[in-house]
């Protein structure tokens, strides 16, 4: 078994840990001593994510003008106006005097918010669940440690890693001119609201959960709720709707920074957080370490067939999270299809519009296959995290001794590690499905009941970068890497995809994103043969890299020790 943070660094807590002049027996003893011991476990991790943010909200702020000219931004209003340029980004205030300043709280602060979010939720369940997961929570509780030492300690990382993230993105913006200086504060400081409240919600599911896989992926879903809600409000009328008042994120773009600053939603955002630290501290109060406040389903008394295998079992620890992923994209698909054909209609009588987001259609029937192809991307990128996070699930197994039980048996490491690297590329294919599927269903209205079949095999043209994504997370888990560079690189591809022209980034960085290479509507037309710029080829180098890069991940598991 693995040592903690704290007796990795040699470090026992005692009292010189405790708050204040609490003796040994305070449910707050230990607490700074074990904040430390995780932040510095943390530090790598932490570092990358914030230096990723921050400084990506830095190019953009600075690129944005350079790129774009103000003529263009003010153009740009125009598309937020529209309710599927509403559901990806944002409400759509200050439309009418479209400043770089509105663009940025617009169009970033949704999207920043929730990477921010992740890191997050992560974090916080890294340092609670995660580790009574593992053992290591019974270890540090034998010391004279607070009951609440170490749920105390991760909400201090929490704060202080999103203060940092606020600070960072505050200064990014000043510097850059942006103007009021009191609203890029706010900006800053939204992020970092957002950031504490799923941290808190993570916090709290930490409690009601067993596994740290469950406990991460309910605070997961309570963020894509909190998006769906956001993107459904924003999309039904101009400002958001009551929908949007459900979402914490909702309420971070409803502060309309640079408009018209308000602070009644930064009172949502802490009352909130408070709210959700506060039944985390109760449910804590409630149950013994390593035991969970939902009730545990009993198991049947003898497994069936598929779950006496290595690959049956993985498959049903695997299908709630792929349930509640699979509900959600496929609900935004539905969503964002039907909005697909007044978008076209828009961009048809606009050309100028169109060539500035990259469309090169002429009939609304292009636009909508164009448009749909950028949605079909955003959709691959949400299934590539899923991968990511899935796979790097491997880690939690091993941390709590469930990989040496099973090594020491039949199973072998190739069989450890492969099954569960195949099931998540599976499952990775059938959540692309749905996502494709769901914008056919919405889209169907416009182009008839063969955008059902058209959008699915589409969507699974991003199968080979979805295959890539997971066997780079097993590769990281192979070498015992942490995840915070894979988070951070997925993080960068999203800004360069949906991004990365308007920020006048260098052909060569955009050409280089995976996701941009894919053009799943000219491969379902059929018109797409094998010449040497055949939009076949990046499929193709996308499948030997996933096998190189499982092959390496093979490899590395089976040289290095277990735990």
Not at 493 to 513: K, N, Q, T, W
Request: hydrophobic residues 55%.
């Amino acid at each position: 078994m693995s040592a903690s943070p704290v007796m990795e660094r040699g470090v026992a807590p005692s009292g010189a840990g405790n708050i204040g002049r609490a003796g040994a027996g305070h449910p707050l003893t230990g607490t700074w001593r074990l904040a430390r011991a995780m932040l510095r476990a943390d530090r790598v991790r932490l570092t990358v994510w914030l230096a990723v943010i921050v400084g990506f909200i830095a190019y953009v702020a600075v690129a944005f003008p350079a790129a774009m000219g103000d003529v263009a931004v003010a153009e740009r209003g125009a598309v937020m106006a529209e309710p599927a340029a509403a559901m990806m980004a944002g409400p759509g205030y200050g439309l009418e005097n479209y400043t770089l300043e509105v663009m940025m709280a617009n169009e970033m602060l949704g999207l920043f918010a929730v990477l921010v979010a992740i890191m997050s939720l992560q974090l916080v369940t890294r340092h609670t669940r995660a580790e009574e997961e593992a053992g290591r929570t019974d270890l540090v509780r034998a010391a004279p440690v607070g009951r609440h030492a170490q749920l105390t300690a991760a909400v201090v990382v929490l704060i202080a890693a999103n203060l940092v993230v606020g600070a960072g993105t505050a200064g990014a913006l000043v510097i850059a001119g942006l103007e009021p200086a009191l609203d890029s504060t706010v900006f800053g400081l939204a992020l970092a609201a957002v950031g504490v409240v799923f941290g808190a919600l993570a916090a709290t599911t930490a409690q009601l959960n067993r596994s740290a896989r469950a406990a991460s992926g309910m605070a997961g879903a309570a963020l894509g709720v909190a998006y769906v809600l956001r993107a459904v409000g924003d999309a039904s009328q101009r400002g958001g709707n009551w929908m949007s008042w459900l979402s914490p994120i909702g309420w971070a773009q409803q502060l309309r920074i640079y408009v018209d600053l308000r602070w009644e939603p930064m009172l949502l955002l802490g009352g909130l957080a408070v709210l959700a630290l506060g039944l985390a501290y109760a449910l804590s109060a409630r149950r013994d370490v390593d035991g969970a406040l939902l009730p545990e389903r009993l198991g049947r008394a003898r497994a069936k067939a598929a779950g006496r295998t290595l690959a049956g079992l993985t498959v049903r620890l695997e299908a709630p999270r792929v349930l509640w992923w699979g509900i959600g994209l496929g609900v935004f698909g539905v969503l964002t299809g039907s909005l697909a054909g007044p978008m076209a209609d828009m961009l048809a009588d606009n050309p100028q519009l169109a060539q500035m987001m990259g469309l090169t259609g002429e009939a609304a029937d292009d636009f909508i296959a164009e448009t749909m192809s950028v949605f079909l991307m955003f959709f691959a990128m949400a299934v590539a995290a899923y991968a990511v996070m899935s796979t790097r699930s491997l880690r939690a197994d091993e941390a709590a001794g469930r990989s040496e039980l099973a090594l020491a048996g039949a199973v072998s490491r190739y069989r450890w590690l492969g099954l569960p690297l195949i099931v998540t590329v599976a499952a990775g294919i059938l959540l692309l499905a749905v996502s494709g599927l769901g914008l056919g269903a919405g889209a169907a209205a416009e182009l008839g009941a063969d955008a059902l079949g058209d959008f699915t095999l589409a969507a699974l043209t991003y199968a080979p970068l979805i295959a890539g994504w997971a066997a780079a997370a097993a590769l990281f888990y192979g070498l015992r890497g942490g995840g915070g560079w894979l988070w951070a690189l997925l993080g960068i591809c999203l800004v360069v995809g949906m991004y990365g022209s308007m920020l006048g980034l260098p052909d060569p960085v955009i050409d280089a994103e995976p996701f941009s290479m894919v053009e799943p509507m000219a491969l379902i037309r059929g018109d797409a043969g094998w010449e040497s710029d055949s939009p076949w080829w990046p499929l193709v180098g996308a499948s030997a890299v996933a096998v190189v890069l499982a092959a390496g991940a093979l490899g590395a598991f089976r040289r290095r020790d277990a735990a």
